[in-house]
């Protein structure tokens, strides 16, 4: 289901759909891991970070983010305050302990890890590594997942670069952009993972870029949200709202700087 579901609704992501739908089966697959799954998956908004964890919990839970084995955090609202932080590093552990013991195979999302203040995520740090036990409780069964906009810059330059040497953005490996992308978001001071122990002691088992997205992949989001409202596609239409998204670089125009974001909003304009 999850490999299916990503080959039907996620576009212009093929080191995603690989790395994800690899990492996720293994782990699942392996009956004596060695530390919980930590993927980080990084990009521009609209790329598909969000919709990629809403699938991975489905996959793996019959009521997906619904799910009381799903737990969601984002940065600003569970933990707004910098003076808080060391009050925000007791509750996160505490809820991580809690749940695990109730259910080892708990999902962890955390969102907006760009936006989260530095040093508060290491408060996790024992709970992802190689340890057997944690006073009584194992972790081992856990996943935990990080969405960020931190490192897209570089992840837009490496597409950039293919895409001026005539090269296809499938061609791109995960060994071309894995390295650059981890030490630019560990020395981003923007980023929650700012020289964070987590990157530092190899706990992130994968870096997963997200490219941004062409004029081609947005048609292709459009299209899938007409179909799945129920209506026949009007070219036109899909056309015309691919035609309203801005691009970048502003001289090549090959980026949708929203990537498929604002694809609901403006068909609510076009199909009301």
Not at 149 to 164: H, M, P, Q, S, Y
Request: proline residues 3%; glycine residues 6%; contains cysteine.
């Amino acid at each position: 289901a999850l490999q299916e579901n990503l080959d039907r609704k996620l576009f212009g992501q093929h080191l995603v759909n690989k790395v994800v739908v690899k990492a996720v089966k293994g782990f699942l697959n392996n009956t004596n891991a060695k530390k919980p799954l930590a993927l980080s998956l990084h990009g521009w908004t609209g790329t598909g970070k969000n919709f990629v964890s809403k699938i991975v919990a489905e996959s793996i839970y019959k009521r997906g983010l619904q799910s009381k084995y799903v737990h969601q955090f984002v940065a600003t609202l569970h933990f707004p305050h910098a003076h808080s932080i060391n009050l925000y590093k007791d509750q996160l552990q505490s809820w991580i302990r809690g749940n695990v013991s109730i259910c080892p195979r708990s999902l962890f999302i955390f969102d907006e890890m760009d936006k989260m203040h530095a040093g508060l995520i290491d408060s996790i740090k024992p709970f992802l590594d190689y340890y057997e036990l944690l006073d009584g409780v194992s972790y081992r069964q856990a996943i935990f997942i990080f969405l960020s906009n931190a490192g897209a810059e570089k992840i837009t330059e490496v597409a950039l670069d293919f895409w001026r040497n005539g090269r296809s953005r499938e061609d791109i490996q995960l060994t071309d952009i894995q390295n650059a992308l981890s030490v630019s978001v560990f020395n981003n001071k923007n980023s929650g993972f700012w020289h964070s122990t987590l990157i530092d002691r190899n706990l992130i088992d994968y870096f997963v870029p997200f490219l941004p997205l062409e004029y081609k992949h947005v048609k292709m989001c459009v299209r899938v949200e007409i179909e799945s409202r129920g209506y026949a596609v009007d070219e036109d239409i899909l056309t015309r709202i691919a035609d309203e998204m801005t691009y970048f670089p502003r001289e090549e125009r090959i980026y949708s700087d929203k990537g498929c974001k604002t694809v609901d909003a403006k068909l609510d304009y076009y199909y009301d």
